[in-house]
C-alpha cells in the first residue's frame, strides 16, 4: 500500500483535475471493494453512524471516509465540519478519513468524489463510506456511486415524512431509524414499514441508537451480509462498470459546465432553438 | 480546473473559547475557501493527522489559554515526523509579544492577535499559500 | 402612570418639536448616522418622552426596590444598607501563590474571593495527565486533591468569607472539597457562605469545559441543589450565567434570553427531582455582563429581574417572595478591551462598573487594563479594584436606590428588552426547552450569527473600537505583562505524586467504586464525592470514574 501522505496528496490532485484524475486512477490496477453510502437528512446523526460502522469494519478492513459537504452558491467555500464528529474513528490506523466539498456539482457528488472512491479502492482500502450532504438531489444520486445505500432517519429532522413521499423510498437498501430513544422513532418506524408495505417493496428497516452503540452491531450484520450477497454474485463488478460510466458522463457535464461558465454561449444556443421551435410552430399554425 | 485552497482551523488544547475560531473559519469560507474546522480540544495528534490526510495548504491555530508554545512544539514536531512540515502554520489568540518571536523561530509563519480584521487575515492565508 | 390629557398635550408639542425644530436642524446638520441602534438592534429614538412609557404602571411593572416584580432592585435599601461586594477574580499557577493573591486582595479591601481554577482541574484532568500538559496553572489555580484546597485557603477562615468558584463539570468535587476543609477548621457546612457557578448548559453553547452529555450532568445539578438545600442552606448552588454567552458574541438581548431559559431549565429539573422552588430557589444566582452600551445594559438587568419574577410566579406558581428574586454578580466585558492602547481599557471599565451598579448588581469583578494581553499584574488588578471603590465611594451613585428608574429612556428599553426576551423564550420552549435548543444548535447558531455580523460592522467602520479600527496609534508592543512560571508544571506534578504516595490507596479505591455504583443506580452522588475527597482522591480520578458511568459529550458543530 502507498503511504498515507501518498493518497492524501493523489486526492488533492483527483480533486483539481478530473480529467487528469482518470489517468491517474488508471495506473493502479483493478480491485474489488465496497462503497456504503450513508445518506439522510441533517440531524438523522448520519456522522456518528458512520464514525461508529467504520470502527467496527476497521477490526477486520482497510477502511476509508469520505464526508461531502455542501459548497456555497454565494462564495464558492465550503465548511467541512463531518470530522469532528468522527473522533474514534480518526485515532484507528487503518481508517482514512478525508472531507470533500461538494463543488457545485450537481446532485452534490462531483466527478473528484467518484474518482476518489475509484482511487482509495484500488490502492488498498477495502470498505469505503460515502457520506453525503443530506440534502436535495444528494440522495437519488448515491445510488449511482454506492454500491450499498444506508438512509439513516431521525425522527424531528424534519423531512422525514417527506423524504417517504417524495418517492426517495427506492434509494436505500437499509432503512436505519437513529435515535431509537427519542419519541417519535416507534412511529417513524411504523410509518416507513407501512409505506413500504404499500409500494410493495421489500427492503430492511432496522432502528438503532448511535450515541449508545444499540443495535449498530446488528446493522453491521446486515450490511455484512448485503455485502457478501454483492461479492458472490457478479453485482460488484458490473457497480463498478456501471460507476465507472455514470463518472465519464458525470465528468462530461462538469467539463462543459465549467468552459461554457459564460453563460451567453449557453444562452445563444438556447435562444437558438427556442427560435426554430417557435418558427417551427409558426408555420404550423398557418 | 479547481484550485480551491483547503485550510484547517482547529483549537488544540483544552482552552473552549471558540468565537474566533468560528469567525474565522466563517470569514475564510465567504472567501471561496474549504474549511475544516476540527473543533475542541484537539489533540497534537488529532491536528496532524487531520491536516495531513486532508492536505490542507494551511492550518490555523486558535490558542487563548496561553499553552502556546508547549502546543505548537509539540504540533510541529509531529509535522515533520509525519512529513508535512512544509505546510504553513497561522496562530492566533493571546500571545504575548516576546512569545511571538518564540512562536516564529519554531517555525508558526504568523501569529495574530487580537483585533486584526478578518480581511487581513484572508489576505495573509491566500499569501501564504502561493 | 400619566393623565390623560397631559399625553395629548406632549403629543402636540412633540409634533410641534419635530416640525418647527427638528426638520430644520437635520438641513443643516444632518445626524452622525443614518441609523441609531443598540447592541440588540433596538433603534434608538432623538429622545423619549412620557409618550414612551404611556402603559407603564408604577405599581405592577416597578414596585419599590425589595417588592416584586423587583425591577428597581432586590434589597428594600440597596447600596445604602451595603455597598455590593467587590470580588475580582483570582487564581493562577499553585495553590500557594493564589493563596497569596487572595490575602493581598483582602488587604486591599475586597470583600469576598472568587476562585479561578485551571482548564484541567476545570475539565477533570490531574496535572500529570496527558491532555494537561501546557495547560497546569494557566487560567487559574491548579487543583488536583485536598491537599491543593488546604493551602489555597491557608489562614483564610471560611466561616469568615464568602467564596465564589468559577467550576462547572467539575463542581461537585470542588464543593466537596470546600466542604470537607471547612471541617478541618472546625467550621459547619451550614455556616458556609459562597457560589458554585456549576451551570453546565452554557458550557456548551459559549465555554467549553464540559465533560458529560447534558442529562446525566442535570442530574448532579439536582443533587448539589438537593445536598445544600438541607446541608448549606446559606451557599448558593448555581450562577446561572449570561456573561460568557455574551463573550461569545451574543447581544444584550440573547444574553439575558438564554439565561433565564438555562433557568427555566434548571428549575424544572429540580423540580422533576422532587425539590421544592420556594425552597431552592432562593439559592439560585445569576451571573452577568456588563457591556459598552451603557443605558441598555442598565435597562438589561432590570428587564432580567422583572421577567425572572414573573417566571417564577406564574410559570412556576413560587409564592416565597425571596424565591421570586434575581440576584446576580456582574462581570464587566472581557472581550470589549483592546490591546491596543491598553490604557483605554481603565475608561471601557469604569464606565462598564458603573452600568452594573446603576443596575443593582449584588457583587462586581473589574477587568484590569491588561486584560487582552495577559493575567493580570498586582498594580493593574489594584486599578481595577480602586475603580469599584471610587464608584462606591467617590460618585453618589450609591446613595439612592435605582436612580434611573422613571427615566423615559430607561424605562422604555427595559420594557423592550423584556419584550424581545419573551419571544426568545417562546421560540426556546418551542423546540422543546433549553437542552433541545443547544441539541438542535439553534442558540450557538444565534449567538455565532450575532459574533460574525458585529465582526464585520467593525470592520466595516460601522462599529468603532477606539484605538483599534479608529484613533490608532503606533505603539511599542512589548508591555509589562505577568510573568508566568514554567516551573509551575513541575512543582504541582512533584506534589501530586507525593500525595498519591501518602495517601491510603485501598480507601481511595473504595471510594471510587462505591461512588460510581451510586452514580449508575442515580443515587445522589454528593456524599460519595465527599468521602472520596476525604481520602485523598484527585479531580482526575473521580471525573474519570464518573466518565465511565456517564460517557463524554461530543460537540456537535453547526456553522
Known amino acids: 500500500m502507498i503511504s498515507e501522505r501518498e493518497v492524501a496528496k493523489t486526492l488533492t490532485l483527483i480533486e483539481r483535475d478530473p480529467l487528469k484524475a482518470k489517468e491517474i486512477v488508471s495506473k493502479y490496477p483493478e480491485r474489488d471493494y465496497f462503497v456504503v453510502g450513508i445518506t439522510g437528512s441533517p440531524g438523522s446523526g448520519k456522522s456518528t453512524m458512520t464514525d461508529k460502522l467504520a470502527e467496527m469494519f476497521a477490526a477486520e478492513k482497510d477502511v476509508a471516509i469520505i464526508a461531502v459537504d455542501p459548497t456555497s452558491a454565494f462564495t464558492g467555500g465550503a465548511f467541512l465540519g463531518d470530522r469532528i464528529r468522527m473522533r474514534r474513528s480518526s485515532r484507528r490506523k487503518n481508517i482514512f478519513i478525508r472531507s470533500m466539498a461538494s463543488r457545485g456539482a450537481v446532485g452534490g457528488l462531483s466527478p473528484g468524489i467518484y474518482d476518489a472512491v475509484e482511487f482509495l479502492g484500488?490502492?488498498?482500502?477495502?470498505?469505503?463510506?460515502?457520506?453525503?450532504?443530506?440534502?436535495?438531489?444528494?440522495?437519488?444520486?448515491?445510488?449511482?456511486?454506492?454500491?450499498?445505500?444506508?438512509?439513516?432517519?431521525?425522527?424531528?429532522?424534519?423531512?422525514?415524512?417527506?423524504?417517504?413521499?417524495?418517492?426517495?423510498?427506492?434509494?436505500g437498501d437499509i432503512y436505519v431509524v437513529n435515535k431509537q430513544d427519542l419519541d417519535g422513532s416507534q412511529k417513524l418506524l411504523a410509518n416507513i414499514e407501512a409505506t413500504l408495505k404499500l409500494s410493495g417493496i421489500h427492503r430492511d428497516v432496522i432502528s438503532t441508537n448511535s450515541v449508545t452503540g444499540e443495535n449498530i452491531d446488528n446493522l453491521k450484520k446486515l450490511i455484512q451480509s448485503h455485502l457478501t450477497v454483492l461479492s458472490q454474485t457478479e453485482k460488484l463488478k458490473k457497480n463498478r462498470k456501471d460507476r465507472y460510466r455514470f463518472n465519464l458522463l458525470n465528468t462530461l457535464f462538469s467539463i462543459i459546465r465549467t468552459r461554457y461558465k459564460k453563460t451567453e454561449d449557453l444562452e445563444k444556443i438556447i435562444s437558438f432553438y427556442a427560435n426554430k421551435e417557435e418558427e417551427d410552430n409558426g408555420s404550423k399554425e398557418n | 480546473m479547481e484550485n480551491k485552497i483547503k485550510v484547517l482551523v482547529g483549537k488544540p488544547g483544552l482552552d473552549g473559547h471558540d468565537r474566533g475560531a468560528k469567525i474565522v473559519a466563517m470569514a475564510l469560507r465567504d472567501a471561496g475557501m474549504e474549511v475544516i474546522y476540527t473543533g475542541l480540544r484537539q489533540s497534537p495528534e488529532e491536528i496532524v493527522k487531520a491536516a495531513s490526510q486532508e492536505n490542507v495548504d494551511i492550518i490555523g491555530l486558535s490558542i487563548l489559554s496561553g499553552a502556546h508554545l508547549k502546543l505548537c512544539e509539540r504540533i510541529k514536531k509531529l509535522m515533520k515526523e509525519s512529513d508535512i512540515e512544509d505546510i504553513p502554520v497561522f496562530v492566533g489568540g493571546i500571545i504575548p509579544a516576546k512569545d511571538v518571536k518564540k512562536l516564529k523561530e519554531m517555525g508558526i509563519n504568523d501569529v495574530f492577535g487580537p483585533g486584526v480584521p478578518l480581511k487581513e487575515i484572508v489576505q495573509k492565508v491566500k499569501e501564504a499559500v502561493k | 402612570m400619566f393623565d390623560k390629557d397631559e399625553l395629548e398635550r406632549i403629543k402636540k408639542q412633540r409634533k410641534k418639536w419635530e416640525e418647527k425644530f427638528v426638520e430644520p436642524t437635520i438641513k443643516k446638520f444632518p445626524e452622525r448616522k443614518q441609523k441609531f441602534e443598540t447592541s440588540s438592534s433596538h433603534e434608538i429614538k432623538k429622545t423619549y418622552t412620557p409618550l414612551d412609557i404611556e402603559d407603564l404602571e408604577y405599581g405592577n411593572d416597578l414596585a419599590f426596590p425589595g417588592m416584586p416584580p423587583y425591577t428597581r432592585g432586590v434589597q428594600p435599601t440597596m447600596y445604602r444598607g451595603k455597598l455590593w461586594t467587590m470580588r475580582q477574580y483570582a487564581g493562577f499557577g499553585t495553590a500557594e501563590e493564589s493563596n497569596e493573591r487572595f490575602r493581598y486582595l483582602m488587604s486591599q479591601g475586597q470583600t469576598g474571593l472568587s476562585v479561578a481554577f485551571d482548564l484541567p482541574t476545570q475539565i477533570g484532568y490531574d496535572s500529570d495527565d496527558s491532555m494537561a500538559e501546557g495547560e497546569v496553572g494557566r487560567v487559574g489555580v491548579a487543583i488536583d486533591s485536598l491537599d491543593d484546597m488546604e493551602t489555597l485557603f491557608r489562614e483564610i477562615p471560611l466561616d469568615k468569607v464568602s467564596t465564589s468558584m468559577t467550576i462547572n463539570s467539575t463542581a461537585v468535587v470542588l464543593l466537596a472539597m470546600y466542604i470537607a476543609l471547612a471541617e478541618k477548621q472546625g467550621v459547619s457546612p451550614d455556616k458556609l457562605r459562597g457560589t458554585i457557578q456549576n451551570d453546565i448548559l452554557k458550557e456548551y453553547v459559549a465555554r467549553g469545559t464540559y465533560i458529560f452529555p447534558p442529562e446525566p450532568s442535570m442530574k448532579i445539578i439536582t443533587d448539589i441543589f438537593e445536598y445544600c438545600s438541607k446541608n448549606l442552606p446559606g451557599f448558593n448552588t448555581i450562577s446561572i450565567s449570561g456573561y460568557h454567552i455574551r463573550e461569545a458574541g451574543a447581544n444584550a438581548v440573547q444574553e439575558i434570553a438564554f439565561t433565564l431559559a438555562d433557568g427555566i431549565a434548571y428549575v424544572e429539573a429540580a423540580i422533576d427531582a422532587g425539590l421544592d422552588p420556594n425552597v431552592f430557589g432562593k439559592r439560585l444566582s445569576f451571573f452577568f455582563n456588563a457591556h459598552n452600551n451603557f443605558f441598555e445594559e442598565i435597562a438589561k438587568f432590570r428587564a432580567a429581574r422583572r421577567l425572572w419574577a414573573k417566571i417564577m410566579k406564574e410559570r412556576f406558581n413560587v409564592e416565597n417572595n425571596k424565591a421570586l428574586r434575581l440576584r446576580f454578580h456582574t462581570q464587566t466585558g472581557g472581550s470589549t478591551l483592546t490591546a491596543q492602547q491598553p490604557l483605554n481599557n481603565i475608561a471601557r471599565v469604569a464606565y462598564q462598573a458603573l452600568a452594573a451598579v446603576l443596575g443593582g448588581t449584588q457583587s462586581l469583578h473589574t477587568n484590569s487594563y491588561d486584560e487582552a494581553l495577559g493575567l493580570p499584574t498586582e498594580e493593574s488588578v489594584t486599578a481595577a479594584l480602586r475603580t469599584q471603590q471610587i464608584i462606591a465611594y467617590e460618585t453618589g451613585v450609591a446613595d439612592t436606590a435605582d436612580p434611573l428608574g422613571g427615566s423615559y429612556y430607561i424605562e422604555k428599553l427595559t420594557s423592550d428588552i423584556e419584550k424581545k426576551v419573551m419571544e426568545y423564550l417562546s421560540k426556546i420552549d418551542d423546540l422543546g426547552g433549553m437542552v433541545k435548543a443547544i441539541e438542535k444548535g439553534f442558540i450557538q447558531k444565534e449567538i455565532l450569527n450575532t459574533a460574525y455580523e458585529y465582526q464585520l460592522n467593525v470592520e466595516k467602520q460601522q462599529e468603532i473600537v477606539v484605538g483599534v479600527n479608529k484613533f490608532k496609534t503606533d505603539e511599542d508592543t512589548e508591555k509589562e505583562i505577568l510573568e508566568f512560571d514554567p516551573e509551575v508544571e513541575d512543582r504541582q506534578k512533584k506534589k501530586l505524586k507525593s500525595v498519591k504516595e501518602k495517601r491510603d490507596q485501598s480507601a481511595v479505591q473504595k471510594a471510587l467504586e462505591d461512588l460510581k455504583t451510586a452514580a449508575k443506580k442515580e443515587d445522589n452522588i454528593m456524599p460519595y464525592v465527599l468521602d472520596a475527597v476525604k481520602n485523598y482522591a484527585t479531580v482526575g480520578e473521580i471525573s474519570s470514574a464518573l466518565r465511565d458511568v456517564f460517557g463524554e459529550y461530543n460537540e456537535a458543530i453547526i456553522l
Open chain 1, 122 to 171: 484500488r490502492v488498498g482500502y477495502d470498505i469505503i463510506f460515502v457520506e453525503t450532504v443530506g440534502v436535495g438531489q444528494s440522495e437519488t444520486d448515491v445510488v449511482n456511486l454506492a454500491d450499498l445505500v444506508l438512509l439513516i432517519l431521525a425522527p424531528g429532522s424534519g423531512d422525514d415524512v417527506q423524504m417517504l413521499k417524495a418517492g426517495i423510498m427506492e434509494i
